[in-house]
Antibody, heavy 120, light 111 residues
């Protein structure tokens, strides 16, 4: 059974780069024709889609974050990653990794989420 | 301001039927399928309804979804205390080169 687990620093300084990893277990990321994505939720607020990468390497990003975000896949480690540059306090949120079988499909598997605080 | 509009709150008593609306536009709900998520506070969201009205395995048939034009609805019948959670609608939006958009969420209280 496929499972996802986020990991990364819980505290990032303003203007620095946020880096998170999602480890996939229960299956090989290189053989599963899925889309690998990131969603975040600021404290007390709703969900915001950050972006996704397809199994073929196509990336899709939220236009409001596109200039600062990179999603990549490391098949050797069975992981996919999120990098967000020039962070501010507004990027403080719980970050979730999630998957879906197509870009317009429902996100049917989620990680438990990891809290990232941007503060000096 | 969310692209999809949901009421911030809804409530009902055990056994009652409640509905949650989700309003969008021709670039999202009007031309794409709608997905619904349930989020119990402190936990990750869970896919509740996909493709407008399909339930993933394990989701009780008390939950149902529908879509008409640029609006969608989630209905919960036979309300139970465990249904108290936040509910989000979502859809693909074809504007701005494509993106996933969420509603602002509806907090359901079981009285």
């Amino acid at each position: 059974q496929l499972q996802l687990q986020e990991s990364g620093p819980g505290l990032v300084k303003p203007s620095e780069t946020l880096s998170l990893t999602c480890t996939v277990s229960g299956g090989s990321i290189s053989s599963i024709k899925y889309y690998w994505g990131w969603i975040r939720q600021p404290p007390g607020e709703g969900l915001e889609w950050i972006g996704s990468m397809s199994y073929s390497g196509t990336t899709y990003y939220n236009p409001s974050l596109k200039s600062r975000v990179t999603i990549s896949v490391d098949t050797s480690k069975n992981q996919f990653s999120l990098r967000m540059s020039s962070v501010t306090a507004a990027d403080t949120a719980v970050y979730y990794c999630a998957t879906n079988p197509c870009i317009t499909c429902g996100l049917d598997l989620w990680g438990q989420g990891t809290t990232v605080t941007v503060s000096s | 301001q969310s692209v999809l509009t949901q009421p911030p709150s809804a409530s009902g008593t055990p056994g009652q039927r409640v509905t949650i609306s989700c309003s969008g536009s021709t670039s999202n709900i009007g031309s794409r399928t709608v997905n619904w998520y349930q989020q119990v506070p402190g936990t990750a969201p869970k896919l509740l309804i996909y493709s407008n009205n399909q339930r993933p395995s394990g989701v009780p048939d008390r939950f149902s979804g529908s879509k008409s034009g640029t609006s969608a609805s989630l209905a919960i019948s036979g309300l139970q205390s465990e249904d108290e959670a936040d509910y989000y609608c979502a859809a693909w939006d074809d504007s701005l080169n494509g993106r996933v958009v969420f509603g602002g969420g509806t907090k359901l209280t079981v009285l």
